[in-house]
């Protein structure tokens, strides 16, 4: 196996935040077997929060695809992405590894002048055309059963790597002095769940009444902190609108990602559906996360760990990995489909 120390890495992984924190483990497990090796990174806007000033990186390029977005010159745009292309091409890569296998990133990898472009068969969209290194898994891209963690270190396995334990390094990100202080406040008296209920797919929320049986079975006893972004603050509302007393904190609205992971850090359970949240507890090292599944595969994307466990849908058509749910009556049936009094005894037996 060839020594790949001094060699020049380039990882593609430009979205979603989830998908970004499950490639930290290959850059990784890289660093451990190839501590002189050149590793950078190139990753949209939105995702790059554990990448930028991350120990393992060397280098990140940043795609700004929010500014673009707002952007009504698209000309400009296209020659601003040209740029960014020219300065890949520039580093002269001895390896470019092309983790999310779609054609934005695959084109990105056939345009770097790498000499090595390497991919994982099953990905979608023609993005193997741009690679000349293909590893055979014989796993599609999307293989509800195999953990995208798992996946993304085979690549690590081609290139030599012989510590293949997902583990994660994060940039040292400081929190807000207004959340610092909500944290370390708490009543330490009681244990403190953190309940982060809302995500982008409305097929992975579970039902309003459910959060609320959650809820009213432990703010008595317990410390409660709701989290939620600005625009999934309505749901947080609607879900307290039927919450009276208790020690309930919302904090909706009110974090950045920073927060979160102090938050998730020195809380002793966070309980969330299939989101950025159970990832970004994961990749802090949060003590106990329990995340709910409905229309995704909990085998595919949920937290590694001894104290991480999830609750999936046991409907026939979970999990349909849709953004959309295809059934023409009962739709989204599955977010009904855990209860809240088997939720309830899963937290109660987690916390002992």
Same mark, same amino acid.
């Given at each position: 196996?060839?020594?790949?120390?001094?060699?020049?890495?380039?990882?593609?992984?430009?979205?979603?935040?989830?998908?970004?924190?499950?490639?930290?483990?290959?850059?990784?497990?890289?660093? *451990?077997?190839?501590?002189? @090796?050149?590793?950078?990174?190139?990753?949209? =806007? /939105?995702?790059?929060?554990? %990448? #930028?000033?991350? &120990?393992?990186?060397?280098?990140?390029?940043?795609?700004?695809?929010?500014?673009?977005?707002?952007?009504?010159?698209?000309?400009?745009?296209?020659?601003?992405?040209?740029?960014?292309?020219?300065?890949?091409?520039?580093?002269?890569?001895?390896?470019?590894?092309?983790?999310?296998?779609?054609?934005?990133?695959?084109?990105?990898?056939?345009?770097?002048?790498?000499?090595?472009?390497?991919?994982?068969?099953?990905?979608?969209?023609?993005?193997?055309?741009?690679?000349?290194?293909?590893?055979?898994?014989?796993?599609?891209?999307?293989?509800?059963?195999?953990?995208?963690?798992?996946?993304?270190?085979?690549?690590?396995?081609?290139?030599?790597?012989?510590?293949?334990?997902?583990?994660?390094?994060?940039?040292?990100? *400081?929190?807000?002095?207004? @959340?610092?202080?909500?944290?370390?406040?708490? =009543? /330490?008296?009681?244990?403190? %769940? #953190?309940?982060? &209920?809302?995500?982008?797919?409305?097929?992975?929320?579970?039902?309003?009444?459910?959060?609320?049986?959650?809820?009213?079975?432990?703010?008595?006893?317990?410390?409660?902190?709701?989290?939620?972004?600005?625009?999934?603050?309505?749901?947080?509302?609607?879900?307290?609108?039927?919450?009276?007393?208790?020690?309930?904190?919302?904090?909706?609205?009110?974090?950045?990602?920073?927060?979160?992971?102090?938050?998730?850090?020195?809380?002793?359970?966070?309980?969330?559906?299939?989101?950025?949240?159970?990832?970004?507890?994961?990749?802090?090292?949060?003590?106990?996360?329990?995340?709910?599944?409905?229309?995704?595969?909990?085998?595919?994307?949920?937290?590694?760990?001894?104290?991480?466990?999830?609750?999936?849908?046991?409907?026939?058509?979970?999990?349909?990995?849709?953004?959309?749910?295809?059934?023409?009556?009962?739709?989204?049936?599955?977010?009904?489909?855990?209860?809240?009094?088997?939720?309830?005894?899963?937290?109660?037996?987690?916390?002992?």
């Amino acid at each position: 196996m060839e020594d790949l120390n001094g060699k020049k890495i380039l990882i593609i992984r430009l979205s979603a935040l989830g998908d970004t924190i499950h490639t930290i483990p290959l850059a990784n497990a890289l660093r *451990k077997k190839y501590p002189d @090796i050149i590793l950078d990174w190139v990753i949209e =806007d /939105k995702a790059s929060d554990f %990448i #930028v000033n991350n &120990p393992l990186i060397n280098r990140v390029c940043i795609i700004p695809k929010n500014r673009w977005k707002e952007s009504k010159n698209k000309i400009k745009n296209f020659f601003e992405y040209l740029s960014i292309i020219k300065k890949i091409r520039k580093e002269k890569y001895d390896i470019v590894i092309d983790t999310q296998q779609l054609l934005k990133s695959a084109v990105i990898m056939g345009l770097s002048g790498a000499k090595r472009k390497i991919t994982l068969d099953g990905g979608r969209e023609f993005s193997w055309i741009f690679s000349n290194e293909i590893i055979k898994t014989g796993r599609k891209l999307f293989d509800l059963y195999y953990h995208v963690v798992k996946r993304n270190l085979e690549f690590a396995k081609y290139l030599g790597c012989d510590d293949l334990t997902p583990s994660i390094v994060i940039p040292d990100l *400081k929190c807000s002095d207004e @959340i610092k202080y909500i944290i370390d406040n708490l =009543d /330490k008296s009681r244990k403190t %769940i #953190v309940i982060s &209920p809302a995500t982008t797919w409305g097929n992975k929320h579970w039902h309003i009444k459910g959060w609320v049986d959650v809820i009213n079975a432990f703010k008595d006893e317990y410390n409660i902190i709701l989290t939620a972004s600005e625009k999934e603050k309505k749901y947080t509302s609607q879900i307290l609108s039927f919450i009276i007393g208790g020690n309930i904190i919302d904090l909706s609205g009110r974090t950045t990602i920073k927060d979160l992971i102090y938050i998730y850090k020195n809380c002793n359970l966070l309980l969330s559906p299939d989101s950025g949240s159970c990832h970004i507890a994961w990749a802090a090292g949060a003590e106990k996360i329990v995340s709910l599944f409905f229309a995704t595969s909990a085998s595919r994307t949920m937290p590694l760990g001894n104290n991480y466990y999830s609750i999936s849908s046991e409907l026939e058509c979970s999990p349909c990995m849709r953004k959309k749910c295809l059934l023409k009556g009962d739709k989204n049936i599955c977010t009904y489909s855990i209860k809240s009094d088997k939720v309830i005894q899963i937290l109660k037996n987690v916390l002992q």
